[in-house]
């Protein structure tokens, strides 16, 4: 019996037009891990295309190899097509025409005539004939891109690659390894297995910036040997570490810089700061002229400076809200660690987003909103086993 890896390979030999893509929440691992796997089947020869739902946020990431390769949108995914019976008529002349947003064909035969008989019409076989979803834990989180063409994944073969618990093996073919940090260390492994030579420097600076983005430069508690193994070979095969950790984490801007310390100033924390919160107003955002893109990396410095925080949120009034004539809405950012559903901690408020980062809005200024939410999340986290 073939292992998962194995099978993978399998299909990716048969596969004639690969798509890869991820979560729409576009964590590091997940962009650089696809990025990483399109470079390596480029290297196979194969046709192969990234596609995942638009979100500002990734464009933190822009420096890696092939990044502008992301498409945003599933385009030209399946034909449609009209067949005329010319067995009995020959054709003499072909035009076409769009009036009343109709697309007419206008057929001139050389003798006779068609009739509707000789016309038929059909859909089509998929554009790809193998999906490759990574660091996703159902396919819900592929937004968008799911929603929007649920048949193209029912009907063509998915293989799923990842590393999280909650991962609901939707795929036909699933390779999740819970012992990995990052889905970045899972291909390093699989692409090893089959051939170290095709992992050049750039497929090994996208798989170290998965993992160095995942561990936050190898600062979380959850680090392992088997990683930092990995990592070694990886900048041994030539992986750009310090244009990684450069581009990552020392190159804020000024401007990202004064909204953390805004955010700093009214940061609280409870329940022995399992719970942190801090809030912002729709003048912290003009001032220190940033956006809502921007909070993700307020979020990431928190988690590496506050190691006991389990759940972290960030309450702020969106750009649009303060005039007058416009319903009061505030915002929340809810980020949870490994084996906390944020969906769940605010499931009253019917929150978008993943287990891991959620979101909601509430149709109330900040101060009661902020009131309301931490009594909220204070009560159910008090029920969660630690």
Sequence with gaps: MLTPEQQIFEQIKKADNILITFSKTWSGDSIASALAFYLFLKKLDKKVEITAEKLNQGALFSFLPSYEKINYSLDNLRKFIISLDISNTKIGQIKYKIENNNLNFIISPKQGSFTHDNIKSRTGGFKHDLIIV?????????????DNDTEFFYQVPTINIDHHSHNEAFGQINLVELTSIATAEILFNLFAGFSRDLIDEDVATCLLAGIISKTRSFKTQNITPQALSVSSQLISMGAKREEIVNRLYRSRSLNVLKLWGR?????????????????LTKNDFIKTN???????????ELIINIPQA????????????????KIKITNVLIYSVKNIN??????????????????IKINK??????????????????????
Excluded: C, H, M
């Design 263 to 279: 955010v700093l100033a009214r940061l609280t924390g409870d329940l022995d700061n399992k719970l942190v919160w801090s809030i």
């Design 290 to 300: 940033t956006t809502e893109s921007d909070l993700n990396e307020v979020i990431d």
């Design 134 to 146: 990574l660091d996703t834990p159902d396919l819900e989180s592929l937004g968008k891109i799911y």
């Design 310 to 325: 389990k759940t972290v949120l960030l309450i702020y009034e969106s750009e649009e809200n303060g005039q007058a004539d």
């Design 342 to 359: 944020s969906l769940d901690l605010v499931k009253k408020w019917n929150p978008a987003g993943t287990k891991k980062l959620a979101k």
């Design 365 to 386: 200024n900040i101060e009661e909103a902020e009131r309301e939410i931490i009594e909220y999340v204070k009560e159910n986290i008090k029920k969660l086993p630690f």
